[in-house]
Each structure stands twice: as C-alpha cells, then as structure tokens.
C-alpha cells in the first residue's frame, strides 16, 4: 500500500490539489456576482455623524417615531399595531454645476439585534403605502437627483410596534454596490 | 502468475466494481435541476400560522360559493364556482419588492391562481409589509363538477412571496373542499393592512 501510494504521490496530490480548486472556481464567480450586486459591504455611521459616500455628505439630522395608537398615528391613518417612523437626513450633494445629477439613493429601514447587531427585520419607504402622511413642504420625501445644492429628505417607513429602538438606515446607490451606508439611529 | 499478482488482479477487479457502484449510485440520488429549484414547502393547516424565510401567513375561513362580489363591488359571475380563501400575510425579513405573488389552488395536479379581476377587492399580488399582517380574500374560479369530486377532499392552498417560488418557501395548507356547503352567494370583507 506504501509503495503504491508513493508510486502515485504526483498524481494524488495533484487531485487533492485541483478538485477543491475546480469547485472553488466554479462557484466563485456565482457567489462573487452575487455579492457584488447586493448591498454587502456597510459602512457603518454612529449616530448624528456625517458621512462622505458616492461624492456627497450624508447625515441623518432627525428622527420620529410615531405610534399607530397616538393622535398623530390615527390622523396618518397607520396601520393597527404598527409604528411611523420619520428619517430626516441631510445631503450635500458636493460640486456640481447646473446639468449634472447629485446621488440617486434607495432606503431602508433596519432592525438589528444579537451579538453581531445584523439586520433582522427590515422595512422599505413607506412613500406608496396609502397612509396619510405627507412631508412638510419644501422638503423631500427621498433623494432627488434634480437637486444640485444642499437639501434635505424625510423618507417614512411604516414598522411593526414591536421593533426596538436598535434601528439605522440603509442607504444604498447602485453605482456604490456592494458598499452602502449604514447610519445608525 | 504467483499468488501475489493474482491477489493484486483481484483486489484491482474489485476496486473497480466498488468505484462503479458508488458512481452508479450518486447518478442515482442525485438531486434533478427541479429537485434542487424546488420549493421549499412548509405544509399545515387552516388557522395555523405557518411561517417560511420571507412569508408568514394563516388561512382562517375557505368558502365555495355560486357567486361572489368584492368589498369594491366586483361582482364575479362564473359557470363554475368561487372558492374564497381568507387569509392574513406578511413578510419576515424583508419587504423590499415583495408580494403575495404566488395564490394558487391546486387540485388533483391542477393550479388555479387567485384571480385578479377584482382588483383591489383581493389581496392577490398585493405589496406585502414585514411583520405588519395584511388581511382579505383570495378568490379562486373553479370548475363546478370539482368541487364534488374525490380529488377535492385533498385541495391544496399555495402562498409564496413572488411568483416564481424556486428554491424559496411555499407555504401549503390542506382543505377538503368537498365537505364544505355550496353557498348560492359571498361577499367579502375590505382588505385590511395592519393587526387584527
């Protein structure tokens, strides 16, 4: 037995060499796509900083939360058992000059939990829901590519009551993927 | 030939037959491309909660009926039967493009999908919310003579985010259709977003 494995120690290893190998290449580039079309990679913001991401400066400026079961939540026709949660978040979109387009961002809103604090329930803008809140005037309800100065967005996002307080926005632009904004509530 | 060469050849002969019965026996078990895109299937019954990766849902209340008209006013004349699914749904972990995409009714290897045409009257298709349960009727157009066959004893009622459930939950629950009462007509309640 010692022989023949001596005889065919070149060919052995090569096998134990190559077939991991081959697996490892054939499924790379399936999960490397993967990966690098997803939001995977978070560049985490303490709460109230600012943050410089796809040329512009972010910073979340204020946040509310609402409850379904308060004046405010039956006036914005929330649904039962639910919370509203308001994110007012500055952009500087840096310098651009008439023509150009500042970021075109997608948020959302995590909940995160346990000992490595990952997103465990997650909730897009609740812009088309159908509940009955409105953003003050001359403040927008998320990014706007048209707008070249300083500006700020309120984006809504309609939670279950029982989520924590342990929440923080996702901020994501496609062009920046698999890196996103993580700014902490 | 000595003894040993002979011995050599033999144990090479069975080498071989073991090499050639394990290869026969993983292109036997190995899983075919539906086997390995299919669904996973989380199976219970009406007025449990069943809960997939990114799918909740509980039906509480089938019903076959003649006629059926919606909270909107869509009434739904048919030659065959409605069968109303009432049911409350919402996401897990995400609800990012999420929907309740997959509503069927599947009965003897035959899917129906929940119909559409009463627009916001069902819940078909509709947005779904994490954690935030979203509550109505699924309406189901099935031919009349069904209803009474033996195949209806054993309908089953499919729920999945999306419509392509592959490699994804797929909530089912078992309904015997036939020891439900023909009703000569329903109308059904107004969608509801939030907790009952």
Redesign the interface.
Known sequence: MKRWVKQNAVALVAVAVLAPATVAVTFSTEWSSFLTTRPTQPIEVAEGLAAEFDGAQWRVAHTERISSASREGVDAALPAGSDLVLVTVEVDPGTLTPGDKSSFCTVRLGEYEGPNDTAVRIWGDALFSGIDYRTPEGVESGCSPDIIEPYTFTSTFVIADDASDNLGVLLQVSDELPRYLLLRL | MTRMTALKRVANGVGLVVVLAIAWFVTQTTPTEEEWQAPIVVSGDLGETLTGRNIEAVVSEVRIAESVTASNGWAGPTSGVWVVVDTSVSS??????VSLGTAELVIDGITYSASERPDDGTIARA?L????PLTGPLMFEIPRDLVESEAAASATIQLAVNSDPRADSLLAITVDLSALPLLPSVETDEP?????
Request: aromatic fraction near 12%.
């Open positions: 897990v972990v995400d609800d990012f493009g947005p919310t994490t954690a935030i509801i977003w939030g907790a009952l």
